[in-house]
C-alpha cells in the first residue's frame, strides 16, 4: 500500500488518493489483527470540515486506528529530516506538514506556518499533545496543539481511544486481538481566542480526552 501511494502521489500533489489507501491500510492492519473498533461521536464532523484533531497516544496502533473512524482527511507534523528521504519524503510532501524536533524557536515556527497551511488549505491536523506514548495512563499535555488550533482559527476536536494499548502494547510487535474504542468529542471553537487563552485550552482539551479515553488524571493537574 505505501508502495501504491508513493506512486500515486506523483499525481495527486494534494495528497487526496493517499489518505483514502492509508485508511484502507489501516482497515486492513485492525482486520487481521482480529481487532474490532467501534467510533460514537463521529458524526460530529463534517467530512469536509476544518479541524485540529487532538488525542491521547497510547500504542502505535493509535494513528491506524483514528484513520480507520474519523470521516475527515487527516494530515501529520513530520520532522523535517524525513522529506529529504526518498519515497517516505516524496509522500509526505502530498499535504503533510514539516516540523522541527528540539528547538522550540524553530518548532514555534513550525507551528506558525502550519496555522497558515491549515487556513489556506482547508486541511485537518492530527496531534498527540503527550508528545509520546506512554506505558500507562497519560502524560500532561504540551501546548502546542491547543496554540495551533488557535492561530489556525479552527475548532479543536478531542478525541479518546480505549485499549489501543492492549491491542499493541508498547515496547511490542505483537498485535492482540480485542475491541477498540474510539470516542470523539464535541469540537471546541477557537474564534475570538488568543495565544493567552492557551493554556486554559490546553486543560481542558486534557481533561475531555482523559474523560473520553477513561483514564484518570491528577486532581490538581
Not at 511490542?172 to 492557551?198: F, N, Q, Y
Request: glycine residues 8%; hydrophobic residues 45%; aromatic residues 8%.
Amino acid at each position: 500500500m505505501g508502495t501504491i501511494a508513493s506512486i500515486c502521489s506523483i499525481w495527486d500533489k494534494k495528497g487526496v488518493t493517499q489518505h483514502w489507501l492509508a485508511r484502507k491500510w489501516s482497515q486492513m492492519l485492525l482486520a487481521c489483527a482480529f481487532a474490532r473498533w467501534k467510533a460514537t461521536g463521529v458524526e460530529k464532523l463534517d467530512p469536509h470540515g476544518t479541524y485540529v484533531l487532538v488525542a491521547n497516544h497510547a500504542s502505535f496502533l493509535d494513528i491506524p486506528t483514528i484513520l480507520s473512524a474519523v470521516p475527515v482527511e487527516i494530515r501529520f507534523f513530520a520532522k523535517k529530516s524525513l522529506f529529504s528521504i526518498p519515497f517516505i519524503g516524496w509522500y509526505l510532501s502530498r499535504g503533510h506538514l514539516e516540523v522541527e524536533r528540539g528547538d522550540a524557536r524553530a518548532s514555534l515556527k513550525s507551528l506558525l506556518e502550519g496555522a497558515k497551511i491549515i487556513k489556506e488549505r482547508g486541511i485537518s491536523v492530527l496531534l498527540f499533545p503527550e508528545g509520546g506514548r506512554s506505558p500507562e495512563g497519560m502524560r500532561p499535555f504540551i501546548e502546542g496543539a491547543a496554540y495551533l488550533a488557535i492561530k489556525a482559527g479552527v475548532p479543536v476536536v478531542p478525541i479518546g481511544l480505549v485499549n489501543t494499548r492492549g491491542v499493541l502494547p508498547m515496547h511490542s510487535l505483537l498485535l492482540r486481538p480485542g475491541k477498540i474504542e474510539i470516542h470523539v468529542g464535541d469540537p471546541i471553537e477557537t474564534a475570538g481566542m488568543t495565544p493567552r487563552d492557551r493554556a486554559q485550552l490546553n486543560e481542558t482539551l486534557y481533561r475531555q480526552v482523559a474523560e473520553l479515553a477513561r483514564e484518570t488524571i491528577p486532581s490538581a493537574a
